[in-house]
RNA sequence: CGGGGUGUAGCCUAGCGGCUAAGGCACUCGCUUUGGGAGCGAGAGAUCGCAGGUUCGAAUCCUGUCACCCCGACCA
C-alpha cells in the first residue's frame, strides 16, 4: 500500500479526552476514530488490525472444532423473555421497536438466538458435539464507556458456544476451549493469565477471566508468584494470603480480554434444548459460552507494547509487516517496493512532500515490525537501511539481499 | 444513575464583561530546504455547542438544554 493513498491523517496531538496510552495512540496513528461515546469506527489500518486478530481466533476456534455462523443483531423481545433476560441482564439491552411496535433487543449476548437455532435441530447424542461461533457487532447499554476502545458500547466480540450430551464431555471441551484461549492470545503476542471469576449474568457454575497485566487496566487481580494461584479482587475480596500456598499476593492491574463460562443447563433448561440419550431418555443439553472482545484485545496490544514514540506491534496482528521509507524519491524505492511486494505485507511512504523526520514519526507511531529506510545514504553503498520497531539497532542490507533478510526476520 | 469537569477553525489551546476573538499544528500558493514532526513570505478557515435571559455592551455573568471526559457500580 502505498501510504500517499491511504486513508490516514496521523495526529501530532491527542485529542482532549484521551487518557489511555492506547487510546490516545490508536487515534494518533489513525487507528480509530470516535463517532459518539463508546461508538467508534476502525479506520483502514485499525480494520487491518481487527482483521489480523479475527484470524487468528478463526484459526484457533477452527482447531477446536468450531464451525463459524451469523446471527442477527436484532434478536426478538419474546427470546430474551424465555430466559428472563429481557429485564434483568446487565448491562441493559438497547431495546428497539418496529413499525408494528414490536421490541427487539440489540445482541449483547447471543444464548437465547444459539439455543433456539440448536434446539430445532437437535434431537439426539448422536447429533453432539456441537460447537458454534460467531464473529459479530454486541451492543452493551453500558452506564458509562471508558478508555477509548477498553469499554465501549458498540464492539465486535467472537462468541463460542459449546453443546454437549454429558457434564463431562462439556468441561473437557471448556478445558481445551482455555488452553485455546491461552494460545491464541500468546499468538496476538500477549501473554494472558487465566483467572477465576464471577459469572454475572450470564450465569453457570464456573468461569475463567482472561487477563492482560498492564498499568492502566480496570481489572484488580491478586497473584501469586510462587504457585501461580491468580484471582480478581471482586470475587476472592481483597485477602493477603494465598489460599493455597500462603505466601503473600500481589495485587496487579488487568484488561479482561476474554471470559469463558461453564453454563451447565441453565438455558437449555429455561429454553428446552433437549436431546434423547443412548437410554431413550430426554436430558438438557449442556452448555458453555466462551467471549473475546476484538477491540479490547487490540487495545490491550497497544496498553502493553509502546513507547515513548508509539506503538510496537506484536508481528502478528501489526497492520502491515514491513514499512518503507523513501527519503530520497528517485525511483529506486519503487522498485524495492515491487519486489518486496510479491512477499510480504508492506506499507510504502512514497509521500514526497513530507519531510524525513515527519516519515520516521509516522514510522514509529504506527509501529510496523521492521522499518526499511532508503535513502541518498543508503544508495550510495546499493544498500537499504532496516531496523526493527522497539529495537536501537540498525543494519544495512545491500538492495540484493533485502528480499532474503525480510523472510528471515519475519 | 450519583459525584466532578470541559465545550472557542479539522486538531490542541489562550482569552473569562469593553475595540476587528489570539496562537501552535494541519491546509493552499511561492521560494529555499531535505536522516528525526524544516525555514521565510503570502493566504484561506470560527454564527466562541445550542436556546433563552441580564447588560449600553456577552466567548466571558445567569438559567435551561445537548455533547464529551473523569471517579463510582458493571463488563469482552
Redesign the pocket.
Known amino acids: 500500500m502505498k501510504q500517499s493513498k491511504l486513508f490516514i491523517?496521523?495526529?501530532?496531538?491527542?485529542?482532549?479526552?484521551?487518557?489511555?496510552i492506547s487510546?490516545k495512540y490508536l487515534t494518533?496513528g489513525d487507528f480509530i476514530d470516535?463517532t459518539?461515546?463508546?461508538?467508534y469506527s476502525f479506520l483502514p489500518l485499525g480494520w487491518l488490525v481487527c482483521k489480523k486478530i479475527e484470524n487468528i481466533i478463526r484459526e484457533e476456534m477452527n482447531n477446536l472444532g468450531g464451525q463459524e455462523l451469523f446471527m442477527p443483531t436484532l434478536v426478538p423481545q419474546n427470546l430474551w423473555q424465555e430466559t428472563k433476560r429481557w429485564e434483568t441482564i446487565?448491562?441493559p439491552l438497547f431495546r428497539v421497536k418496529d413499525r408494528h411496535k414490536k421490541e427487539f433487543g440489540l445482541g449483547s449476548?447471543h444464548e437465547e438466538v444459539i439455543t433456539d437455532l440448536v434446539r430445532k435441530r437437535v434431537d439426539s447424542y448422536q447429533d453432539m458435539p456441537l460447537y458454534l461461533y460467531q464473529i459479530q457487532n454486541?451492543f452493551?447499554n453500558?452506564?458509562?464507556?471508558?478508555?477509548?476502545?477498553?469499554?465501549?458500547?458498540e464492539?465486535i466480540?467472537k462468541d463460542l458456544y459449546s453443546f454437549n450430551a454429558s457434564e463431562k464431555e462439556s468441561m473437557d471441551f471448556y478445558n481445551k476451549a482455555k488452553e485455546a484461549y491461552l494460545k491464541t492470545f500468546k499468538r496476538c503476542g500477549l501473554e494472558v493469565t487465566a483467572v477465576e471469576a464471577?459469572?454475572?449474568?450470564?450465569g453457570g457454575s464456573l468461569s475463567h477471566?482472561?487477563i492482560l497485566f498492564t498499568e492502566t487496566g480496570?481489572?484488580k487481580i491478586l497473584v501469586c508468584s510462587k504457585c501461580g494461584y491468580a484471582a480478581n479482587v471482586?470475587k476472592a475480596g481483597d485477602i493477603k494470603e494465598c489460599p493455597n500456598c500462603q505466601s503473600s499476593l500481589e495485587k496487579k492491574n488487568g484488561i479482561?480480554?476474554?471470559?469463558t463460562f461453564y453454563l451447565g443447563t441453565k438455558y437449555s433448561e429455561a429454553m428446552k434444548a433437549e436431546f434423547v440419550d443412548k437410554n431413550g431418555k430426554k436430558k438438557p443439553i449442556v452448555m458453555g459460552c466462551y467471549?473475546?472482545?476484538i477491540?479490547?484485545l487490540m487495545a490491550a496490544a497497544v496498553e502493553s507494547s509502546h513507547d515513548n514514540?508509539?506503538i510496537i506491534w506484536p508481528k502478528n496482528i501489526s497492520p502491515y509487516q514491513v514499512h518503507l521509507l523513501d527519503?530520497e524519491c528517485n525511483g529506486e524505492a519503487e522498485k524495492i517496493y515491487k519486489d518486496l511486494l510479491d512477499n510480504k505485507e508492506i506499507l510504502y511512504d512514497d509521500r514526497d512532500?513530507?519531510?524525513?523526520?515527519?516519515k520516521?514519526?509516522?514510522?514509529?507511531?504506527i509501529g510496523i515490525p521492521i522499518r526499511l529506510?532508503?535513502?541518498?545514504?543508503?544508495l550510495d553503498k546499493n544498500s537499504v537501511?532496516i531496523?526493527k520497531r522497539g529495537s536501537k539497532k540498525?543494519e544495512l542490507i545491500e538492495i540484493n539481499n533485502i528480499v532474503k533478510k525480510i523472510q528471515d526476520e519475519l
Open positions: 491523517k496521523t495526529k501530532k496531538q491527542a485529542p482532549k479526552g484521551a487518557e489511555t487510546h494518533r470516535q459518539a461515546a463508546g461508538i446487565n448491562p449476548t454486541k452493551r453500558e452506564m458509562r464507556a471508558t478508555g477509548g476502545l477498553l469499554r465501549v458500547r464492539f466480540m464471577d459469572s454475572g449474568t450470564i477471566e482472561y480496570e481489572d471482586e479482561e480480554v476474554g471470559h467471549g473475546i472482545g477491540g479490547r514514540n508509539g527519503l512532500d513530507k519531510s524525513a523526520g515527519e520516521f514519526a509516522d514510522a514509529d507511531l529506510v532508503i535513502s541518498k545514504k543508503t537501511e531496523k540498525i
